[in-house]
């Protein structure tokens, strides 16, 4: 609300300033206008519209029920007057309004038992609040009703001790300013919406002849009665853990409380990005859980080496109930092996790819296959467009163990092949040769052999391994390695032979490190600062060459820099029909990434999950000229100041203001068009969100 009030004044100002000619023009709900010139006008405020007076609190009565029932309406003086006509969510008690986008929003998507929609939990404070469906239910079915002609209004006794009992008159409901129907029907809000029809929500509707629980538009004002007790929703997600991880699927174990056996559905809803729905996620289900309330859910048909999200959820009472969002990451097809040290200049793996051991031999696999999993024999099917592949979108160490990981060339080999080297039988049978590094380290190579042609020849003979050099259109280098001497060679790029990675960046003017790339509003490619979180944090923005530059300033889901930060200049801006239309509600690592789209590899925007975690897990110090950002490991990052792009005009200089890659998509902002950023007011260092086409920089992430 403060930004909007904020963004409102300041087009304000500028529309003031800009044109002395103009008037500003107020008009009211009842379609009365209010026109001032501007030179009649010091200032516009905002303020609080203040509630309806606190009244006094009621007394609670005990009926034998889960909740203790308040002795009178909220508002009221006494067990037979009205009290309040309340608005579903209106925690003032004023708003008299027949717009449903006051209560409390246009499309609210949960329930308002004990929250700042509560007007009873608000105003009186402590156990008490508005009753839940559950509580008017148990009402209902657990108590004695019986009409009262002369107090017009219904009496409910406690069944288990009929003295105790509480008194429900017949006052009607406020429409508008108007009040109808006052001693011949009666509604009460519970706190609890409806789940069929976002416009209203659930009462209990009396006459004098019948009660029940009915839908009511959330606008009109009804009675409140309230309860007294602490609120537990039917069935709740108490924990969840994954339990085992595989490169293909994943075992939750989700613990739910409450009334368990009443829970329709157990759910549990997973992607590859935060913001979960079950409705639009894929999701795992079952009608019972075990007698301890829980269940392990198995997750299936995962793509290796991605992260998941996932939250659980349970259906009670037509409600679904969604836990908190968690994440777990998949293993990588292939195992990655560990780094080991021999003195060289690069650090080997300690088993090849495909092998989860280093006594195993791993996979024989083509030149150029990314996936391992290429089976062709034709060389024309493997690139031929780089000169050297390691560490390149063709390597199927980088690509399947990550960006420090590569193929080794010739070279590398050769430096290797120099160290003393012996053959062993390991235990399971595999030939291999021992190479001792100069610290007394070592790796075995296992003598695999190769294969062509669907025939696996030498196995146990010959160890023969691919190097990343690329040489004609069906010939790459390789090596075959010897006790004595190896040979240097150039094979079929469609043989099948062994990867052993090395650790370590390397320097070629076909596959230049992405330290070096530099682009026009890329600036150079960050080093990456390990913080102790889910990601990993560029040392400066996009666009930038040190950490205090503030490098480039982008539109949302842009990937060109720019100077015009207006709607009309959007890229993605309809002018034919003065709409926008983003093209996705998550952009990291999509092609409207601008980290992506210009330092390439793993860089990327941060989503609103890992800027939020940034914010929470970090210490924040601010300095003259930005923030230093420290992790619970001692890391940090630097954050300069940026300000904001409106329009031409860099506003708010002296805070930082960072896009991330998420959309807002939350319904009371469905035609604002706002993404979420990273800002440090003076309020506080906080996550919020904004116009998509502002102008802010980017700090890049990679896992």
């Not at 986008?101 to 009186?124: K, R």
């Not at 009472?317 to 092996?337: H, I, M, S």
């Not at 480039?552 to 990937?559: D, E, G, I, L, N």
């Not at 029909?577 to 990291?588: L, R």
Request: with cysteine; proline share 4%; aromatic share 12%.
């Amino acid at each position: 609300m403060k930004k909007f009030l904020a963004s409102l004044l300041g087009l304000l100002c500028m529309t003031l300033s800009a044109s002395a000619q103009h008037k500003i023009v107020i008009t009211l709900a009842n379609g009365e206008t209010i026109e001032k010139q501007v030179w009649e006008v010091s200032s516009i405020t905002f303020e609080p519209s203040g509630t309806v007076a606190k009244p006094d609190t009621a007394k609670a009565v005990d009926l034998g029920l889960s909740v203790k029932w308040g002795d009178m309406n909220f508002g009221a003086t006494s067990a037979e007057k009205a009290g309040y006509y309340v608005g579903w969510g209106d925690a003032t008690g004023l708003n008299t309004s027949t717009l449903l986008n006051y209560f409390p929003v246009l499309h609210p998507t949960a329930d308002i038992i004990n929250g700042q929609y509560d007007i009873v939990h608000v105003l009186w404070g402590g156990k008490w609040r508005m009753p839940s469906t559950s509580e008017v239910k148990e009402l209902i079915e657990k108590c004695d009703w019986a009409y009262d002609a002369t107090r017009k209004g219904w009496i409910v006794a406690s069944k288990s001790d009929p003295t105790k009992s509480i008194f429900l008159p017949l006052a009607g409901q406020r429409s508008g300013e108007t009040v109808t129907a006052d001693g011949t029907s009666g509604a009460y809000w519970t706190g609890s919406l409806s789940t069929s029809d976002d416009q209203k929500a659930l009462a209990i509707t009396l006459d004098d002849t019948q009660y029940s629980q009915t839908e009511d538009l959330r606008y009109l004002g009804l009675q409140i009665r309230p309860v007294y007790g602490d609120y537990t929703l039917g069935v709740q997600v108490s924990s969840a853990e994954v339990t085992n991880v595989t490169k293909n699927d994943a075992y939750v174990k989700v613990v739910y409380k409450g009334n368990v056996e009443d829970a329709t559905l157990f759910g549990l809803c997973y992607g590859t990005t935060s913001n979960l729905d079950p409705d639009q996620n894929t999701t795992v289900t079952t009608a019972t859980v075990d007698e301890d309330g829980s269940y392990i859910f198995h997750i299936t048909d995962l793509t290796p080496n991605t992260t998941y999200y996932f939250a659980p959820y349970v259906v009670y009472e037509g409600a679904r109930n969604l836990g908190t969002t968690q994440q777990f990451a998949t293993q990588p097809k292939f195992p990655v092996a560990e780094a080991v040290d021999l003195g060289l200049s690069v650090k080997w793996a300690s088993w090849n790819v495909g092998a989860s051991a280093n006594v195993e031999t791993g996979t024989l696999m083509t030149w150029g296959d990314p996936t391992g999993e290429n089976t062709s024999f034709t060389s024309t099917d493997y690139p031929n467009d780089l000169s050297d592949i390691s560490g390149s979108k063709y390597d199927v160490a980088t690509q399947q163990w990550g960006s420090e990981w590569r193929m080794p060339t010739t070279d590398e080999w050769k430096e290797l092949d120099a160290l003393p080297k012996e053959i062993v039988t390991l235990d399971n049978g595999v030939s291999a040769y021992k190479v001792t590094g100069t610290n007394g380290n070592y790796i075995y190579l296992p003598r695999g052999g190769y294969s062509y042609n669907n025939t696996t020849y030498n196995a146990n003979k010959s160890g023969c391994y691919w190097a990343s050099e690329n040489q004609t259109m069906d010939y790459a280098n390789a090596v075959t390695l010897g006790k004595v001497s190896s040979t240097y060679e150039q094979d079929l790029k469609g043989m099948h032979m062994l990867v052993r990675p090395v650790y370590g960046k390397k320097t070629d003017p076909d596959n230049p490190p992405i330290a070096s790339i530099d682009t026009t509003a890329a600036g150079k490619a960050a080093q990456s600062v390990d913080l102790g979180l889910s990601v990993k944090w560029a040392t400066y923005n996009l666009g930038a060459t040190t950490s205090t530059d503030k490098g480039s300033y982008f539109q949302w889901a842009c990937t060109e820099a720019g100077t015009d930060f207006t709607r009309s200049a959007y890229k993605w801006y309809d002018a034919d029909k003065g709409s926008i239309a983003v093209p996705s509600t998550e952009i990291s690592y999509t092609d409207y990434d601008a980290a992506k789209t210009l330092w390439g590899g793993t860089w990327r925007m941060p989503t609103e999950t890992e800027m939020d975690e940034l914010v929470k897990n970090c210490t924040w110090t601010k300095e003259s000229n930005g923030y230093k950002v420290t992790g619970k490991n001692g890391n940090s990052i630097f954050l300069p100041f940026t300000g904001i792009y409106n329009g031409t005009s860099l506003t708010y200089d002296t805070d930082c203001y960072y896009w991330s890659s998420t959309y807002n998509t939350l319904p009371i902002h469905a035609e604002d068009y706002w993404a979420v950023y990273l800002s440090t007011p003076s309020s506080g260092i906080t996550t919020t969100s904004t116009y998509v086409y502002r102008g802010m920089c980017i700090r890049p992430v990679r896992p």
